[in-house]
């Protein structure tokens, strides 16, 4: 037993080499932790990488990815520094991979997805083994095959539309010829076969109530070559000279003795030059504030009498209850009063019953043999080659793919939507689109040259904006596409009787549909379609499901593709419904600002120029005002986009970061190439700048690409001075 002074000293010693530890744990203490606080910020970066992996960071992977990635890789020209010519980086070597030769139209991504969409539409019409008997799919393939019946229709010949003349009453190129009414003729081809001599009557918005059809009434759809088409006289007299000697061609195609048809045609001709001098050129219509001018059907007659307009709109808008009070609209007064003096006096001359007839030809023409086609390929490169361009001739799949699409559009668009339009990838572009108009609500509080209740203003407008995506939802509707299809039969032999069925079914299917309809299935496109659109008729935005395929768009696709191409054009239709803004007359504290902005782009633009043709940067104003900044507003939404969304990828080999990629997608899509001819008629008449322009002109101002991609200031796609109005 220790006594207490022991005790003592085994507690000093105890102290004395606790003491001892601690100096030395004090001493190793920092690095001790040192260590522990590495350990865990590796900890916490490998958490963080582990869960950006697991969140999609990092190289999209997939089979789209992938050829989307070879695609960039191969139109890239890498010799171009990015910084001097972007779209000549991005598409420099896009010509080579996709040559176009003279006389053909323009290719472009556009075209080559379009080009796409049509191979998968006559796929989907060829697998008729597939279809259910007797469905509204299996009358799509077979009118589709019987257009394809190229043997069955040169055997018939011109028989069929020879067979349709006579039951019309005939017309003196054959013969002796039984003078018929004059009004039973123009209400049969009219209310039966969509044929228009002398005016086109159709139902469409009221332009002061979008929610109210009414019925409107303008000049027909002419053939002949018009003197505005042309800005030489010699190339105006050559295209008069084939156009009548197409005319002459027709008729002796259907029979006409030689002799009676160089004296007839002539005098149909003359007609026909003096119908279309009675029109009203658009400007000046336009100047008068003719282009709608409300009437009755009993004010008309009084005006231009010689047409007995009751029973013709009767005929037209069958089964339609039509009298004579029913408020209609014009579109040139003055030029069906001038029709109804010509009718006056020729109303009862042999030759009004054939221009009637030859107006029919040509709307059924495309029906009949090869002759007939043949014929009008020759008169359009006839009238081609006075505006330095030729014809180029479509494969017959093509043409029948077109007609069916036309006839059975709905049908076909279902079959189309079926195959490649997932409705994963609708909500994507739905939520897309929500990103889009929730930037551009953000920038409408903000701009100089909109006072706060222009500002209201254009929020409300944004906010009454319909957006359609894809397909009009009726199409799916199985059983509605039976009943709206089931009195037509087509027949594999008899294309001709099959559009002539079709022209006399689906006029009273129209008619009472266009009664019914608020206009959320009047879709100006096929869900096939390539190009979206905004329609001022009925404040709406459109993006057909044809575009939301590859290059432009995949629900794999990293965001900065899928922003970068749709995004962007999911932003220039909607700053088209803002037209009536840039164009309004403000104060002057907020005008100066909108004018020095338009002055800024009129004067970038027209420094581009062609074959020594430059841009027209006043008539190419709104779309690049369009383009500019629904390049901005896409990226900014991209931004938002990438903020709130797990997922961020970027393509494989292609060596871009996410926003690089973004505005590499932006010039992909408008990558390729023109004739100087095609480039030409675009600098002329076109109001969008050539595709280069469009991509230079609008990166040239964007604020955030010359830091992504390290341009100097001054450089060509990195300007000291930038234009904006959005």
């Not at 496109?525 to 590859?550: D, E, I, Q």
């Amino acid at each position: 037993m220790k006594t207490s002074s022991q005790q003592q000293q085994v507690g000093f010693e105890d102290q004395k080499l606790a003491e001892k530890w601690w100096r030395r744990l004090r001493r190793f203490l920092p690095l001790g932790l040192l260590l522990a606080a590495i350990l865990v910020g590796f900890l916490v970066l490998l958490t963080y990488v582990v869960q950006s992996c697991s969140r999609g960071l990092g190289n999209c992977e997939s089979h789209e990815c992938e050829v989307l990635a070879e695609r960039f890789l191969s139109s890239r020209s890498p010799d171009i520094h990015p910084c001097q010519d972007f779209f000549g980086y991005v598409c420099g070597n896009w010509s080579a991979k996709n040559s176009v030769s003279e006389g053909k139209g323009p290719a472009n991504t556009f075209t080559s997805l379009w080009e796409e969409n049509q191979h998968i539409v006559r796929e989907l019409l060829e697998r008729s083994q597939q279809q259910n008997s007797g469905s509204v799919e299996e009358k799509a393939c077979k009118f589709y095959r019987s257009c394809m019946n190229t043997e069955k229709i040169q055997e018939l010949g011109a028989e069929p539309m020879i067979e349709l003349i006579n039951k019309l009453g005939g017309w003196s190129l054959t013969g002796p010829w039984n003078q018929t009414d004059f009004s039973k003729t123009l209400h049969v081809l009219m209310g039966d076969y969509k044929t228009f001599p002398f005016f086109k009557a159709y139902m469409d918005f009221s332009p002061w109530n979008t929610n109210t059809r009414i019925i409107q009434i303008d000049h027909p759809d002419f053939d002949m070559p018009s003197k505005s088409q042309y800005t030489d006289k010699a190339d105006y007299a050559k295209g008069l000279r084939v156009y009548l000697s197409y005319l002459n061609t027709l008729g002796e195609l259907l029979g006409g003795r030689e002799n009676l048809t160089s004296l007839q045609i002539p005098l149909v001709f003359s007609f026909m030059s003096q119908l279309l001098n009675e029109v009203t050129p658009m400007a000046e219509r336009q100047e008068k504030r003719m282009l709608f001018q409300q009437t009755t059907i009993q004010e008309l007659q009084e005006l231009a009498p010689s047409i007995d307009w009751l029973s013709s709109l009767r005929a037209v808008f069958h089964p339609l209850a039509l009298n004579a009070s029913e408020s209609i609209l014009v579109h040139d007064m003055k030029y069906l009063k001038g029709i109804s003096r010509l009718l006056e006096q020729n109303q009862k001359t042999s030759f009004l019953q054939i221009y009637m007839i030859l107006c029919l030809v040509q709307n059924l023409s495309p029906a009949l043999d090869d002759r007939f086609q043949r014929a009008r390929r020759e008169l359009n490169e006839g009238l081609k080659e006075n505006s330095a361009q030729t014809m180029v001739l479509t494969p017959h799949w093509k043409k029948c793919v077109t007609d069916t699409s036309s006839f059975y559009e709905p049908v076909v668009g279902a079959m189309f939507i079926r195959e490649t339009f997932q409705p994963k990838t609708k909500k994507l572009a739905e939520e897309m689109f929500s990103e889009v108009q929730a930037v551009l609500r953000s920038r409408l509080g903000s701009l100089e040259w909109m006072d706060k209740q222009k500002g209201k203003e254009a929020m409300d407008k944004l906010e009454s904006i319909k957006v359609q995506i894809g397909y009009p939802p009726r199409i799916l509707n199985t059983e509605e596409m039976n009943r709206e299809y089931a009195e037509f039969q087509p027949h594999e032999e008899t294309f001709f009787a099959n559009v002539l069925e079709f022209l006399r079914s689906s006029q009273k299917r129209i008619h009472l549909d266009s009664v019914d309809s608020h206009g959320e299935d009047d879709w100006e496109v096929p869900p096939f379609s390539v190009y979206s659109y905004y329609s001022l008729k009925h404040n709406t935005v459109t993006f057909p499901a044809g575009m939301f395929r590859s290059p432009f768009f995949h629900k794999d696709f990293p965001s900065a593709v899928n922003f970068g191409t749709v995004g962007v054009f999911m932003a220039h239709e909607l700053l088209h419904a803002f037209y009536e803004y840039v164009n309004l007359s403000l104060g002057s504290k907020q005008r100066e600002p909108l004018d020095r902005g338009t002055r800024c782009l009129v004067e970038q633009y027209e420094k581009y120029t062609f074959h020594g043709l430059a841009v027209n940067g006043s008539t190419t104003l709104l779309e690049n005002i369009a383009d500019n900044g629904g390049l901005e507003v896409a990226h900014q939404a991209y931004e938002s986009w990438v903020q709130k969304q797990a997922h961020k990828k970027i393509l494989p080999k292609i060596k871009l970061d996410s926003h690089q990629l973004f505005f590499a997608s932006f010039a992909q899509a408008f990558c390729g190439t023109e004739t100087s001819e095609g480039l030409r008629e675009t600098l002329l008449r076109d109001h969008h700048s050539p595709s280069r322009v469009r991509v230079l002109g609008a990166i040239a101002n964007s604020k955030d690409f010359g830091g992504l991609f390290q341009c100097a200031k001054g450089s060509p796609m990195n300007p000291e001075s930038k234009c904006r109005i959005w």
